[in-house]
């Protein structure tokens, strides 16, 4: 379905100028008014710490580090405001070991370059409808890794290498849109960290 993302505002983490200046236009063209750009993982936790973008797309390598460290960085810092922001990873790996990683990162959604702007918009059409459970760990938080991320890869999701206990579920409608009754897309994810974060225990 088409959304309204003239009030969402999304963030690009990537230091290539051409690929920068697509994801650019193409969101532009998707209706998002407010895109920030970051080249390098301190620049990107120090945009996100100031405006609080109710999406992420980032690069897998960057300068001064990469997606995954990132992605840990703003699932699990004290000083990270928005734990439970959506989280695609755009990248040229495509292995399973990659997609793989990414997910054991905190990454919602997977998307290999190269893509098509309908590609995209695919990925952020299923985190607003599809908002995968939050699960938090002693060496985990982030969405739950048994649901299908990959593109490639059709193998059960099972958690293995996570303790068997300490595990909290927080379940979401499985059609978020349905559940806000159409709400717009940047108040559906502003809603689903908030009801995450009013769930989620103490530590």
Avoid at 100 to 125: H, W
Avoid at 144 to 173: C, L, P, T, W
Avoid at 187 to 195: A, F, N, T, Y
Wanted: aromatic share 10%.
């Amino acid at each position: 379905m088409p959304y309204d993302f003239k009030n969402a505002s999304i963030l690009i983490v990537e230091d290539m100028p051409p690929i920068v200046e697509l994801l650019r236009q193409i969101l532009h063209t998707f209706g998002f008014a407010e895109v920030f750009i970051a080249k390098d993982t301190e620049h990107a936790f120090d945009i996100i710490c100031q405006h609080e973008p109710d999406l992420i797309l980032t690069d897998w390598v960057l300068p001064g580090g990469n997606g995954l460290e990132l992605t840990k960085k703003i699932r699990t810092d004290s000083q990270s405001p928005t734990p439970f922001v959506p989280i695609i990873m755009i990248t040229g790996f495509c292995s399973k070991k990659h997609v793989e990683l990414a997910r054991d990162a905190g990454v919602n959604e997977f998307l290999t370059k190269p893509f098509t702007s309908q590609d995209l918009y695919s990925r952020i059409s299923q985190v607003i409808e599809n908002p995968r459970d939050f699960v938090k760990t002693r060496h985990f938080f982030g969405p739950d890794r048994r649901r299908h991320m990959s593109i490639n890869y059709n193998g059960d999701k099972k958690r293995d290498q996570d303790d068997s206990d300490d595990v909290f579920e927080i379940d979401f409608a499985d059609d978020a849109t349905d559940f806000y009754g159409g709400s717009e897309p940047q108040d559906i994810l502003s809603r689903l960290r908030q009801e995450t974060k009013d769930l989620l225990p103490e530590s």
